[in-house]
């Protein structure tokens, strides 16, 4: 709800539109006259303060097209060049005096209260804002409260369709989410339109598009499926939390947390504000200038420009304008900012990875030599206290956990270094920090489920065909893949991308097993060749015990299995599936079809796009006893919006009604998360 007393700015409800002063024919033509000639009587004398508050006013927004954001920079170049000629020549004769109107004094009031025009290029750069008055009201005109049904709905109702100048746009807001229930509900938002984003980037991918995450925000942009397009929030974003990590820069545009592709601030422009000054939302701090300097709650963001866009060295000075104006109004009205690092990832597609940090309040701000010679501007961030836990310091604090552990070393509180005891392809240590409690030690581990010999087929005499009578390996990228295997996925390709990532939620995935002539790297046999990610069991206060990722794992990649003694269904005291997720017995059939979320972009409707033909397969006839012996991951934890999925795999000729449980990522998981799945209790 709006405050009842005037707040400090006011965000117009159309940001486009035409300027406050109108471009009437006379001032068109004023261009063209020799700025020596005397004005008409009744137009007012064209001067270098109402340059420079046109030029103000035709500031383009991030938003424009970039046509027509270069059309607006030209008229503002043009005013530039007026205003350097009127301020050579004398003034003109003074009009006759009338009293002011009320309109009048509200724009000269106006006009007084905005910072003074960039110069030309062959000015000096500008010197900094004047210093920050007193923390005053927040400067939006209104909070909303974040309701993902309207932000899908406004959004695509501009799909297909680009919003042109002087048309209603987004509105600067306050996003607040009050109920668990919305909580929940605005997770499952931002994860769908991430998952949307990683479905549309590896249909790029697999086809040879180049910078496929772009061509993927591209699409989403013109369908109307990023987040909160019609609002530019300031605080917080719905379904975002701290720590969250992101591949691409575009998927932060995607879920609403920044607004640029390249640019390091995101801002509100001037033509929201009542007030006309740009307002800072969002950085992306990389390190990239000599003058940053980053101690966790303390950040020294050196601003934008200054060297070339694809990196480089310092080569001029920068000026309070764009984004480094709308960080240095951020310090005078108190607007906190978002805060995203980048960080160098090898584990990463694009080699980066960024990490949300939470909200941090601009301090102050200077303008100066910096180490390079060059005049910057420094912003001097800290960060908000009571909030989660900084993302970046629980990546740093992950990697030094995991090369201490690789050293053999047992940190304290770690109750063993290996719950596997050399069984998986990867140690699981366990962790207890909260009391004595040793429990996942006294059950036999086993790395593999085991199968009476009853629900265990006969094997066929002859070698089931594989790709070794074919031409074309198993999965090898071609829809027309001759591998039997292969074929029963449905069609439409492989099962698995070639970095071994899941293509496409299956109700089952048809591996090749023992009796293909495939070797063991076929890319057909993900989960076969076993873990690969570095996981731990711990002990918490919410969960009791629970697991943990050590390391990055990517959306769709394999994290492990189901392990214990298969039980036929139908001679079970438990056939009626009274089970939980922690006891005795694990119904494969409670598992509900989260694997539909995963690499689907219907909601894209790409028009080369093949409908997916899911294979027929039989309802699991087993439950899994995991009382005694089974593997760790049956202490992974219950949620309603899981970060994992259970998939069944079906390996060569085994038997259909006893799938294997698999357990893949359903979006990127960073170091330290806690692994989810739905194991079906809400139902």
């Not at 005037?6 to 004023?30: M, S, T």
């Not at 009338?98 to 000269?108: C, E, N, V, W």
């Not at 070339?308 to 309070?320: I, K």
Request: proline share 11%.
């Amino acid at each position: 709800m709006a405050s009842s007393a005037r707040p400090l700015l006011v965000p117009k409800p159309d940001p486009d539109a035409p300027p406050l002063i109108p471009l009437n024919p006379d001032l068109r033509r004023e261009s063209d006259r020799d700025p020596d000639a005397a004005s008409p009587a009744d137009t007012t004398p064209l001067t270098a303060e109402i340059c420079a508050l046109l030029r103000r006013e035709l500031e383009p927004s991030p938003d424009d097209h970039t046509e027509f954001a270069q059309r607006l920079r030209l008229t503002q170049q043009r005013l530039d060049d007026i205003s350097a000629r009127l301020c050579t020549t004398p003034p003109p004769p003074p009009l006759p005096s009338s009293p002011p109107s009320p309109l009048s004094r509200a724009d000269a009031k106006r006009a007084t209260s905005m910072p003074p025009p960039p110069p030309p290029p062959s000015s000096p750069p500008p010197s900094p804002p004047p210093p920050p008055p007193p923390p005053r009201a927040y400067p939006t005109r209104s909070t909303a409260s974040a309701n993902p049904a309207q932000a899908s709905s406004s959004t695509a109702g501009a799909r297909s369709k680009k919003r042109s100048r002087g048309t209603p746009g987004a509105e600067m807001v306050r996003a607040t989410v009050t109920t668990a229930a919305d909580l929940l509900l605005v997770r499952n938002v931002s994860r769908r339109a991430r998952l949307t984003f990683e479905a549309l980037r590896g249909h790029y991918n697999r086809r040879g598009q180049s910078r496929a995450d772009m061509v993927a925000l591209s699409t989403m942009l013109s369908r109307g499926l990023c987040l909160y397009r019609d609002k530019r929030i300031v605080g917080p974003v719905p379904g975002v939390f701290v720590g969250d990590v992101f591949n691409y820069r575009a998927e932060l545009i995607v879920v609403g947390l920044h607004n640029h592709t390249q640019a390091g601030i995101g801002y509100v422009p001037a033509s929201l504000v009542s007030e006309g000054h740009p307002v800072a939302t969002s950085i992306v701090s990389s390190g990239g200038y000599l003058d940053d300097s980053d101690s966790g709650d303390v950040l020294v963001y050196t601003g934008s420009g200054g060297r070339p866009r694809n990196g480089g060295e310092h080569h001029a000075d920068q000026a309070f304008e764009r984004g480094n104006l709308a960080l240095a109004y951020s310090c005078k009205y108190g607007v906190e900012v978002r805060v995203i690092r980048c960080h160098d990832c090898d584990a990463s597609p694009s080699a980066k990875l960024y990490v949300y940090d939470g909200l941090y309040k601009v301090e102050s701000t200077s303008y100066g030599p910096g180490k390079s010679g060059r005049e910057v501007c420094k912003f001097n961030l800290v960060r908000i206290p009571g909030q989660e836990e900084l993302g970046s310091k629980i990546w740093h604090a992950s990697r030094k956990l995991t090369s201490t552990l690789d050293t053999n070393t047992r940190p304290p509180g770690y109750i063993t270094l290996d719950l596997s005891k050399g069984k998986e392809a990867v140690r699981i240590p366990v962790c207890n920090t909260v009391d004595q409690n040793t429990s996942p030690t006294e059950f036999e581990y086993i790395a593999r489920p085991e199968v009476p010999p009853s629900m265990v087929p006969p094997r066929l005499a002859r070698r089931h065909r594989c790709c070794i009578y074919s031409k074309t390996a198993c999965g090898g990228g071609s829809s027309s893949c001759s591998c039997s295997c292969v074929k029963r996925n449905g069609g439409g390709g492989p099962a698995y991308n070639a970095d071994g990532t899941l293509v496409r939620g299956v109700p089952v995935v048809y591996e090749c097993g023992v009796l293909c002539g495939c070797p063991s790297s076929c890319p057909n046999r993900v989960t076969q060749r076993g873990m690969t990610h570095r996981l731990e069991v711990f002990r918490s206060n919410e969960t009791e015990w629970g697991v943990r990722t050590l390391d990055l794992i990517q959306p769709g990649a394999f994290i492990c299995e189901f392990t214990g003694v298969a039980v036929d269904a139908a001679h079970s005291r438990n056939a009626t599936g009274s089970s939980t997720y922690w006891g005795g017995i694990l119904d494969p059939r409670k598992f509900p079809a989260r694997w539909r979320e995963w690499g689907d972009a219907s909601a894209a409707a790409l028009p080369d796009e093949v409908p997916s033909r899911f294979p027929q397969c039989l309802a699991p006839e087993y439950l899994l006893d995991v009382s005694l012996r089974r593997n760790f991951a049956t202490y992974i934890c219950h949620s309603g919006t899981p970060n994992a999925f259970v998939e069944f795999v079906i390996r060569g000729d085994e038997n259909e009604s006893c799938p294997h449980l698999m357990v893949f990522a359903m979006e990127t998981i960073p170091p330290m998360r806690e692994l989810s799945i739905d194991y079906g209790l809400d139902q």
